[in-house]
Protein backbone atom coordinates (compact mmCIF):
# COMPACT_ATOMS: atom_id res chain seq x y z
CA UNK A 1 0.00 0.00 0.00
CA UNK A 2 2.75 2.42 0.23
CA UNK A 3 4.18 1.89 -3.15
CA UNK A 4 0.45 2.62 -4.68
CA UNK A 5 0.49 5.86 -2.53
CA UNK A 6 3.68 6.45 -3.79
CA UNK A 7 3.15 5.85 -7.36
CA UNK A 8 -0.77 7.70 -6.92
CA UNK A 9 1.72 10.83 -5.48
CA UNK A 10 4.10 10.46 -8.29
CA UNK A 11 0.99 10.50 -11.00
CA UNK A 12 -0.80 13.60 -9.28
CA UNK A 13 2.16 15.74 -9.70
CA UNK A 14 2.44 14.80 -13.35
CA UNK A 15 -1.13 14.75 -14.19
CA UNK A 16 -2.64 17.03 -11.32
CA UNK A 17 -6.31 17.10 -12.83
CA UNK A 18 -6.78 13.40 -13.42
CA UNK A 19 -7.57 10.07 -11.34
CA UNK A 20 -4.34 8.40 -10.69
CA UNK A 21 -5.72 5.36 -9.37
CA UNK A 22 -6.47 4.10 -12.58
CA UNK A 23 -3.31 4.18 -14.00
CA UNK A 24 -1.96 2.87 -11.02
CA UNK A 25 -4.20 -0.63 -11.49
CA UNK A 26 -3.05 -0.96 -14.84
CA UNK A 27 0.57 -1.33 -14.20
CA UNK A 28 -0.10 -3.45 -11.49
CA UNK A 29 -2.36 -6.00 -13.79
CA UNK A 30 -0.06 -5.50 -16.68
CA UNK A 31 2.99 -7.39 -15.25
CA UNK A 32 0.88 -9.29 -12.78
CA UNK A 33 -1.62 -12.20 -12.56
CA UNK A 34 -1.12 -13.68 -9.45
CA UNK A 35 -0.88 -11.62 -6.40
CA UNK A 36 -0.13 -13.23 -3.02
CA UNK A 37 -0.49 -11.41 0.92
CA UNK A 38 1.09 -12.78 3.59
CA UNK A 39 -1.28 -11.52 6.96
CA UNK A 40 -3.43 -9.45 5.03
CA UNK A 41 -4.97 -6.41 6.87
CA UNK A 42 -6.47 -3.19 6.83
CA UNK A 43 -5.72 -0.76 9.86
CA UNK A 44 -5.09 2.51 8.23
CA UNK A 45 -7.76 5.05 6.83
CA UNK A 46 -6.14 6.35 3.83
CA UNK A 47 -5.29 2.37 2.78
CA UNK A 48 -9.32 1.94 3.46
CA UNK A 49 -10.40 4.42 1.33
CA UNK A 50 -8.04 3.58 -1.32
CA UNK A 51 -8.18 -0.57 -1.52
CA UNK A 52 -11.90 -0.68 -2.36
CA UNK A 53 -11.06 1.40 -6.03
CA UNK A 54 -7.64 0.13 -6.81
CA UNK A 55 -8.84 -4.13 -6.04
CA UNK A 56 -12.30 -3.06 -8.47
CA UNK A 57 -9.52 -2.06 -11.03
CA UNK A 58 -7.53 -5.11 -10.12
CA UNK A 59 -10.31 -7.89 -10.37
CA UNK A 60 -11.62 -6.13 -13.37
CA UNK A 61 -8.68 -6.65 -15.35
CA UNK A 62 -8.64 -10.74 -13.86
CA UNK A 63 -5.94 -10.57 -10.93
CA UNK A 64 -6.31 -13.58 -8.57
CA UNK A 65 -5.55 -12.68 -4.92
CA UNK A 66 -4.32 -15.48 -2.50
CA UNK A 67 -4.08 -14.61 1.15
CA UNK A 68 -3.49 -15.10 4.49
CA UNK A 69 -4.94 -13.19 7.30
CA UNK A 70 -6.24 -13.42 11.35
CA UNK A 71 -9.31 -11.62 10.32
CA UNK A 72 -12.18 -13.15 8.62
CA UNK A 73 -13.63 -10.86 5.78
CA UNK A 74 -16.71 -9.58 7.53
CA UNK A 75 -14.11 -8.01 10.83
CA UNK A 76 -11.30 -6.48 8.80
CA UNK A 77 -10.64 -2.84 9.12
CA UNK A 78 -13.11 -3.56 12.60
CA UNK A 79 -13.78 -0.78 14.84
CA UNK A 80 -12.04 1.71 11.36
CA UNK A 81 -12.40 5.29 10.82
CA UNK A 82 -15.43 5.59 8.14
CA UNK A 83 -15.64 2.26 8.06
CA UNK A 84 -18.93 2.27 6.41
CA UNK A 85 -16.83 3.28 2.48
CA UNK A 86 -14.89 -0.05 3.04
CA UNK A 87 -17.52 -2.46 3.22
CA UNK A 88 -18.11 -2.53 -0.48
CA UNK A 89 -15.00 -3.51 -0.52
CA UNK A 90 -15.65 -6.27 2.04
CA UNK A 91 -18.72 -7.57 -0.26
CA UNK A 92 -16.29 -7.98 -3.14
CA UNK A 93 -14.00 -9.86 -1.35
CA UNK A 94 -16.29 -12.29 -0.57
CA UNK A 95 -18.28 -12.67 -3.66
CA UNK A 96 -14.82 -13.42 -5.78
CA UNK A 97 -12.72 -15.11 -3.23
CA UNK A 98 -13.01 -18.58 -1.32
CA UNK A 99 -12.46 -18.39 2.53
CA UNK A 100 -11.05 -21.23 4.67
CA UNK A 101 -10.67 -21.23 7.93
CA UNK A 102 -7.60 -23.29 9.17
CA UNK A 103 -8.94 -22.95 12.85
CA UNK A 104 -5.49 -24.26 14.18
CA UNK A 105 -4.92 -23.54 18.06
CA UNK A 106 -0.96 -24.12 17.41
CA UNK A 107 1.33 -21.24 17.33
CA UNK A 108 4.06 -22.53 15.25
CA UNK A 109 6.33 -20.09 16.17
CA UNK A 110 6.47 -20.88 19.39
CA UNK A 111 7.33 -24.22 19.24
CA UNK A 112 11.21 -23.76 18.20
CA UNK A 113 11.69 -21.35 20.76
CA UNK A 114 15.15 -22.38 22.35
CA UNK A 115 16.16 -20.85 26.20
CA UNK A 116 19.54 -19.39 24.16
CA UNK A 117 17.70 -17.00 22.18
CA UNK A 118 17.47 -14.93 25.70
CA UNK A 119 20.23 -13.15 24.47
CA UNK A 120 18.07 -10.82 22.24
CA UNK A 121 15.76 -9.95 24.65
CA UNK A 122 17.25 -8.68 28.33
CA UNK A 123 15.43 -7.77 31.36
CA UNK A 124 14.76 -6.42 33.95
CA UNK A 125 16.57 -3.14 32.98
CA UNK A 126 19.19 -3.19 35.76
CA UNK A 127 22.64 -2.49 36.40
CA UNK A 128 23.89 -6.48 34.75
CA UNK A 129 21.42 -6.17 31.96
CA UNK A 130 22.25 -2.42 30.70
CA UNK A 131 26.17 -3.68 31.13
CA UNK A 132 25.33 -6.65 28.86
CA UNK A 133 23.41 -4.94 26.24
CA UNK A 134 26.06 -2.18 26.22
CA UNK A 135 28.51 -4.72 25.40
CA UNK A 136 26.45 -6.45 22.81
CA UNK A 137 26.18 -3.06 21.12
CA UNK A 138 30.13 -2.77 20.95
CA UNK A 139 30.34 -6.63 20.04
CA UNK A 140 27.87 -6.26 16.88
CA UNK A 141 29.61 -3.12 16.29
CA UNK A 142 32.79 -4.87 15.98
CA UNK A 143 34.34 -2.42 18.75
CA UNK A 144 34.41 0.63 16.12
CA UNK A 145 33.55 4.34 16.37
CA UNK A 146 30.04 4.93 16.16
CA UNK A 147 27.97 7.73 15.47
CA UNK A 148 24.48 9.37 15.10
CA UNK A 149 22.77 8.76 11.71
CA UNK A 150 20.45 10.72 10.00
CA UNK A 151 17.98 8.40 7.75
CA UNK A 152 16.48 10.73 4.54
CA UNK A 153 13.10 9.01 3.60
CA UNK A 154 10.05 10.59 1.61
CA UNK A 155 9.62 14.40 2.62
CA UNK A 156 11.62 13.67 5.98
CA UNK A 157 14.53 13.08 7.99
CA UNK A 158 14.81 9.99 10.68
CA UNK A 159 17.33 10.54 14.31
CA UNK A 160 19.22 7.93 14.78
CA UNK A 161 21.31 8.19 17.82
CA UNK A 162 24.05 5.56 17.32
CA UNK A 163 25.08 3.45 14.77
CA UNK A 164 27.89 1.74 13.04
CA UNK A 165 28.10 -2.08 11.02
CA UNK A 166 24.91 -1.83 9.63
CA UNK A 167 23.87 -2.18 13.48
CA UNK A 168 21.49 0.57 15.09
CA UNK A 169 20.76 1.42 18.74
CA UNK A 170 17.61 3.51 19.64
CA UNK A 171 15.60 4.16 22.65
CA UNK A 172 12.05 3.15 22.60
CA UNK A 173 10.83 6.34 22.90
CA UNK A 174 13.17 7.34 19.44
CA UNK A 175 10.63 4.91 18.02
CA UNK A 176 7.62 4.63 19.97
CA UNK A 177 6.79 7.64 21.44
CA UNK A 178 7.33 9.92 18.49
CA UNK A 179 4.93 9.78 15.27
CA UNK A 180 6.44 7.46 13.19
CA UNK A 181 4.79 4.70 10.98
CA UNK A 182 5.33 1.71 8.80
CA UNK A 183 7.35 3.67 6.55
CA UNK A 184 9.71 4.92 9.05
CA UNK A 185 10.35 1.66 10.62
CA UNK A 186 10.70 -0.05 6.87
CA UNK A 187 13.37 2.47 5.86
CA UNK A 188 15.44 1.54 9.65
CA UNK A 189 14.87 -2.01 8.46
CA UNK A 190 16.49 -0.73 4.94
CA UNK A 191 19.35 0.42 6.69
CA UNK A 192 20.36 -1.57 9.17
CA UNK A 193 20.59 -5.43 9.57
CA UNK A 194 20.42 -5.23 13.80
CA UNK A 195 18.33 -2.85 15.49
CA UNK A 196 19.12 -2.70 19.70
CA UNK A 197 16.25 -0.65 21.24
CA UNK A 198 16.61 0.01 25.06
CA UNK A 199 14.46 0.93 27.64
CA UNK A 200 11.41 -0.98 26.59
CA UNK A 201 8.56 -0.39 29.13
CA UNK A 202 5.45 -2.23 30.91
CA UNK A 203 2.44 -1.08 28.15
CA UNK A 204 -1.16 -0.73 28.86
CA UNK A 205 -4.40 0.91 27.28
CA UNK A 206 -2.81 4.03 28.89
CA UNK A 207 -0.05 4.07 26.77
CA UNK A 208 -1.91 2.72 23.02
CA UNK A 209 0.01 4.64 20.84
CA UNK A 210 2.86 2.96 22.28
CA UNK A 211 1.58 -0.14 21.69
CA UNK A 212 0.40 0.50 17.88
CA UNK A 213 3.94 1.67 16.47
CA UNK A 214 5.43 -1.55 18.58
CA UNK A 215 2.95 -3.77 16.77
CA UNK A 216 3.75 -2.27 13.30
CA UNK A 217 7.71 -1.85 13.80
CA UNK A 218 8.22 -5.24 14.88
CA UNK A 219 5.79 -6.39 11.89
CA UNK A 220 8.59 -4.67 9.76
CA UNK A 221 11.63 -5.67 11.67
CA UNK A 222 10.17 -9.54 11.28
CA UNK A 223 9.29 -9.35 7.06
CA UNK A 224 12.65 -7.54 6.61
CA UNK A 225 14.53 -10.41 8.85
CA UNK A 226 16.08 -7.85 11.11
CA UNK A 227 17.68 -8.68 14.13
CA UNK A 228 15.84 -6.93 17.01
CA UNK A 229 17.72 -6.99 20.46
CA UNK A 230 15.68 -5.50 23.28
CA UNK A 231 16.22 -4.57 27.20
CA UNK A 232 12.87 -4.37 28.60
CA UNK A 233 11.89 -3.93 31.95
CA UNK A 234 9.26 -7.12 32.06
CA UNK A 235 9.28 -10.46 30.05
CA UNK A 236 8.02 -10.51 26.92
CA UNK A 237 4.37 -12.03 27.95
CA UNK A 238 4.24 -9.25 30.29
CA UNK A 239 4.79 -6.18 27.91
CA UNK A 240 1.51 -5.15 27.27
CA UNK A 241 -1.07 -6.01 29.69
CA UNK A 242 -4.59 -4.55 28.71
CA UNK A 243 -6.21 -3.25 31.52
CA UNK A 244 -9.93 -2.00 31.69
CA UNK A 245 -10.32 1.91 31.37
CA UNK A 246 -12.97 4.16 30.59
CA UNK A 247 -12.88 6.69 28.38
CA UNK A 248 -14.64 10.02 28.95
CA UNK A 249 -16.76 11.85 26.75
CA UNK A 250 -14.19 14.50 25.86
CA UNK A 251 -11.49 12.38 24.64
CA UNK A 252 -13.94 10.33 22.18
CA UNK A 253 -12.90 10.68 19.02
CA UNK A 254 -15.43 10.94 15.81
CA UNK A 255 -14.33 9.91 12.63
CA UNK A 256 -12.82 12.69 10.19
CA UNK A 257 -15.91 13.76 8.78
CA UNK A 258 -16.74 14.60 12.71
CA UNK A 259 -19.52 12.40 12.78
CA UNK A 260 -18.70 11.20 15.99
CA UNK A 261 -19.89 7.36 15.10
CA UNK A 262 -16.69 6.03 15.31
CA UNK A 263 -15.36 5.72 19.01
CA UNK A 264 -11.80 4.25 19.36
CA UNK A 265 -11.44 0.52 20.75
CA UNK A 266 -8.72 -1.37 21.96
CA UNK A 267 -9.61 -4.70 21.02
CA UNK A 268 -7.78 -4.73 17.56
CA UNK A 269 -4.66 -3.79 19.42
CA UNK A 270 -5.43 -6.61 22.00
CA UNK A 271 -5.69 -9.19 19.37
CA UNK A 272 -2.78 -7.99 16.86
CA UNK A 273 -0.27 -8.22 19.81
CA UNK A 274 -0.83 -11.46 19.92
CA UNK A 275 0.74 -11.99 16.99
CA UNK A 276 3.52 -8.90 17.91
CA UNK A 277 4.23 -11.43 20.97
CA UNK A 278 4.47 -14.71 18.90
CA UNK A 279 6.57 -12.91 16.36
CA UNK A 280 9.24 -11.62 19.12
CA UNK A 281 9.02 -15.18 20.30
CA UNK A 282 10.31 -16.56 16.86
CA UNK A 283 12.70 -13.59 16.32
CA UNK A 284 14.69 -15.10 19.35
CA UNK A 285 15.52 -18.26 18.00
CA UNK A 286 18.14 -19.60 16.51
CA UNK A 287 16.04 -20.43 13.00
CA UNK A 288 15.23 -16.90 12.61
CA UNK A 289 18.51 -15.56 13.80
CA UNK A 290 20.16 -17.67 11.57
CA UNK A 291 17.77 -17.18 8.47
CA UNK A 292 18.70 -13.39 9.16
CA UNK A 293 22.46 -13.88 9.06
CA UNK A 294 22.01 -15.92 5.53
CA UNK A 295 22.26 -13.74 2.36
CA UNK A 296 19.45 -13.07 0.47
CA UNK A 297 17.28 -13.40 3.31
CA UNK A 298 15.95 -9.84 3.35
CA UNK A 299 16.44 -6.30 1.92
CA UNK A 300 20.07 -6.41 3.01
CA UNK A 301 20.21 -9.38 5.66
CA UNK A 302 23.72 -10.29 7.03
CA UNK A 303 24.87 -11.10 4.07
CA UNK A 304 28.69 -12.74 3.36
CA UNK A 305 29.36 -8.97 2.29
CA UNK A 306 28.45 -7.58 5.75
CA UNK A 307 29.47 -10.57 8.13
CA UNK A 308 33.02 -10.16 8.47
CA UNK A 309 35.04 -12.43 8.25
CA UNK A 310 36.18 -13.56 4.91
CA UNK A 311 37.81 -16.88 5.02
CA UNK A 312 40.51 -17.52 2.86
CA UNK A 313 41.74 -21.27 2.45
CA UNK A 314 45.35 -23.17 2.83
CA UNK A 315 45.88 -26.87 3.36
CA UNK A 316 47.18 -28.25 6.11
CA UNK A 317 47.62 -25.27 8.64
CA UNK A 318 45.90 -23.82 11.58
CA UNK A 319 44.42 -20.44 12.96
CA UNK A 320 45.31 -18.38 16.04
CA UNK A 321 43.21 -18.27 18.51
CA UNK A 322 42.73 -14.65 18.00
CA UNK A 323 41.27 -15.71 14.37
CA UNK A 324 38.91 -18.70 15.64
CA UNK A 325 37.51 -16.23 18.43
CA UNK A 326 36.50 -13.95 15.42
CA UNK A 327 35.40 -16.46 13.54
CA UNK A 328 32.95 -17.99 16.16
CA UNK A 329 31.42 -14.63 17.24
CA UNK A 330 30.49 -13.87 13.73
CA UNK A 331 28.59 -17.20 13.83
CA UNK A 332 27.12 -16.75 17.12
CA UNK A 333 23.95 -15.03 15.83
CA UNK A 334 22.16 -15.00 18.71
CA UNK A 335 24.77 -14.06 21.18
CA UNK A 336 24.04 -16.87 22.93
CA UNK A 337 27.79 -17.87 23.93
CA UNK A 338 27.57 -21.27 22.52
CA UNK A 339 27.45 -22.44 18.70
CA UNK A 340 24.23 -24.92 18.11
CA UNK A 341 23.21 -26.89 15.10
CA UNK A 342 22.19 -24.48 12.98
CA UNK A 343 24.88 -21.73 13.08
CA UNK A 344 27.27 -24.95 12.90
CA UNK A 345 25.23 -25.79 9.63
CA UNK A 346 25.72 -22.21 8.14
CA UNK A 347 29.37 -22.39 9.05
CA UNK A 348 29.80 -25.37 6.74
CA UNK A 349 27.61 -23.36 4.26
CA UNK A 350 29.72 -20.64 3.89
CA UNK A 351 33.01 -22.51 4.16
CA UNK A 352 31.80 -25.28 1.07
CA UNK A 353 30.50 -22.04 -0.90
CA UNK A 354 34.29 -20.45 -0.64
CA UNK A 355 35.85 -23.77 -1.42
CA UNK A 356 33.16 -25.49 -3.97
CA UNK A 357 30.43 -22.97 -5.10
CA UNK A 358 27.60 -23.76 -3.57
CA UNK A 359 26.38 -24.53 -0.02
CA UNK A 360 25.11 -27.88 0.07
CA UNK A 361 26.04 -29.12 3.32
CA UNK A 362 24.79 -32.80 4.49
CA UNK A 363 23.27 -33.19 8.05
CA UNK A 364 25.81 -36.09 8.15
CA UNK A 365 28.57 -33.53 7.72
CA UNK A 366 27.04 -30.96 10.45
CA UNK A 367 26.58 -33.89 12.61
CA UNK A 368 30.37 -34.93 11.77
CA UNK A 369 31.38 -31.07 12.63
CA UNK A 370 29.21 -30.81 16.20
CA UNK A 371 30.84 -34.57 17.14
CA UNK A 372 34.66 -33.33 16.78
CA UNK A 373 34.15 -29.71 18.47
CA UNK A 374 31.57 -30.94 21.01
CA UNK A 375 34.20 -32.25 23.63
CA UNK A 376 31.70 -32.55 26.63
CA UNK A 377 28.93 -33.93 24.98
CA UNK A 378 26.22 -31.32 25.53
CA UNK A 379 25.38 -30.72 22.07
CA UNK A 380 26.18 -27.22 22.36
CA UNK A 381 29.93 -25.67 21.16
CA UNK A 382 31.43 -23.55 24.18
CA UNK A 383 33.94 -20.59 22.69
CA UNK A 384 36.42 -22.62 24.64
CA UNK A 385 35.63 -25.54 22.47
CA UNK A 386 35.58 -23.90 19.52
CA UNK A 387 38.66 -22.00 19.43
CA UNK A 388 41.01 -25.09 21.26
CA UNK A 389 39.79 -27.18 18.34
CA UNK A 390 40.07 -24.65 15.60
CA UNK A 391 43.54 -23.53 17.00
CA UNK A 392 44.88 -27.04 17.63
CA UNK A 393 43.72 -28.70 14.29
CA UNK A 394 45.52 -29.07 10.94
CA UNK A 395 42.14 -28.53 8.57
CA UNK A 396 43.11 -29.81 5.13
CA UNK A 397 40.41 -27.73 3.05
CA UNK A 398 38.73 -25.21 5.11
CA UNK A 399 41.64 -22.74 7.03
CA UNK A 400 41.66 -19.34 7.40
CA UNK A 401 44.62 -17.25 6.46
CA UNK A 402 43.98 -13.63 6.46
CA UNK A 403 40.78 -11.54 6.94
CA UNK A 404 39.46 -8.58 4.97
CA UNK A 405 36.29 -6.81 5.04
CA UNK A 406 33.40 -7.82 2.46
CA UNK A 407 34.40 -4.27 0.73
CA UNK A 408 38.22 -5.31 -0.08
Same mark, same amino acid.
Given at each position: ????????????????????????????????????????????????????????????????????? &???????????????????????????????????? #?????????????? #?????? &??????????????? #????????????????????????????????????????????????????????????????????????????????????????????????????????????????????????????????????????????????????????????????????????????????????????????????????? #???????????????????????????????????????????????????????????????????????
Amino acid at each position: MLEVHRRMHELRQSMPYGDPLPYVAHDISSTTKLLCFDEFQVTDVADALVMRRLFRYLFAHGLVMVATS &NRRPSELYKNGIQRDSFLPFIADLEERCLAHDLASG #TDYRTLSAVSAGGG #TYLHPV &NAETTSRFDELFIKL #TNGRPTQARTLKLRGRELHVPSAGNLVARFSFDDLCAKPLGAEDYIGISAAFHTVMISGVPKLSLNEINQVRRLITLVDAFYDQHVRLILLAEVPAEELFVPETRSVPAADQHGDLLGTAKYVPSTQDEVFAFDRTLSRLTEMRTHTYLVRAALAGSGGHSLAKANRVPVVLYDAGTAVSQAEAAELFASYDVDASG #TLEKPEVRMLLQDLTERRRGHRNVTEEQVEHALKMMDTDGDGLISAYEFTSFLSSTSLSNANIISWRSGED
